[in-house]
């Protein structure tokens, strides 16, 4: 039997889910408090993982990234910036090559290492990005979650309903179509959902349905060998309740705003900040406790030979 294995993956960007905002300050709280909060829970059961950082939050605060490649992490790229009128499905094609190209030089020469993985922010992604990622040097991308609905609760969620029909198990995609398997260069390496997220903030507000998330998973890991790909994010373990909180709008469509913005945003600040870390901490001895190995998505892809 093959192992079975865990790829925990991590976004690093200044979003503070406090105030549903872009924040320099939330980017200092994640260098000083949630990064350290997390690799010592990574150094604690001998996990490697791979790190999403925006070219952002890497310009901004450069030992964010230095500080995770002594635990023989990867560094990846989570593009430019994560602002909404950036997302990768309004890009135009040259701009998407434009942001990819200027990310994984600056990670490069902050970490001294190659960046050959991408996740967009927010997961947005058009079918030509499989493209613009082959064409500026990427070899793998984890953008995808297959079989995962997020209605109107996330940005982009009209060109996210394409996710429902992506495959569920790791896969090269076409040159010109990132949601479907053909025979590129890119490997797509699809985050784990059950319609539902399978990620740090379902893990915070539904901690028992993630749980029977884990089963299923689970089973269908025995069953296909498909690996668990999750996705936290180290803001994720910041506590900024201490400043008063106000919500910024950033849909002027009205459904969006009640829904992604205000609906969203109330929901995502449960169990947020250190009472994120003993949840965390469940969800990653239910992997110990049945044998996984954990690995980045540049070994797992290396190793697989997809």
């Known amino acids: 039997m093959k192992d079975k294995l865990a790829l925990l993956t991590n976004d690093v960007e200044t979003t503070s889910i406090w105030f549903n905002d872009l924040r320099d300050q939330t980017g200092e709280k994640v260098l000083k408090e949630g990064m350290p909060a997390l690799l010592d829970l ?118 996210k309903l394409s996710f429902l029909g992506a495959p569920r198990l790791p896969y090269r995609t076409q040159k010109n179509n ?44 025995r069953l296909t060998g498909k690996p668990v790909v999750f996705v936290i ?5 910041i506590d900024e309740s201490l400043e008063p909180r106000t919500i910024k709008r950033r849909s002027q469509n009205p459904v969006a705003y009640v829904l992604s913005d205000q609906l969203r945003a109330r929901l995502k600040v449960r169990n947020l900040g250190p009472r994120a870390l003993p949840l965390y901490e469940k969800l990653i001895s239910f992997y110990v406790n049945k044998c996984y190995k954990f690995s980045t998505i540049r070994d797992y892809v290396e190793a697989s030979g997809i």
């Not at 079918?127 to 984890?142: M, Q, V």
């Not at 025979?183 to 997220?197: F, G, I, M, Q, W």
């Not at 994010?233 to 373990?237: A, C, G, L, Q």
């Open 178 to 221: 990132i949601y479907a398997r053909g025979e590129s260069k890119l490997v797509e390496v699809p985050l784990s959902a059950t319609l539902l997220p399978f990620a740090g903030t379902t893990m915070r507000m539904l901690p028992k349905l993630t749980g029977l998330q884990q089963k299923f998973l689970n089973l269908e890991t």
């Open 233 to 237: 994010h180290p803001n994720e373990f």
């Open 42 to 159: 990574y150094r604690k059961y001998g996990i490697r993982s791979t790190f999403f950082f925006t070219a952002y939050i890497a310009r901004l605060y450069p030992e964010v990234v230095r500080m995770i490649t002594n635990d023989g992490h990867e560094v990846g790229s989570h593009g430019k910036s994560h602002t909404k009128e950036k997302g990768f499905d309004v890009l135009t094609f040259a701009k998407q090559k434009e942001h990819l190209d200027y990310s994984k030089k600056l990670l490069e020469d902050i970490s001294g290492s190659e960046v050959v993985s991408f996740r967009s922010p927010a997961l947005r992604v058009a079918p030509l990005t499989a493209r613009a990622l082959i064409e500026t040097g990427f070899l793998y991308d984890s953008s995808i979650a297959s079989q995962r609905f997020d209605f109107f609760l996330s940005f982009g969620g009209r060109q």
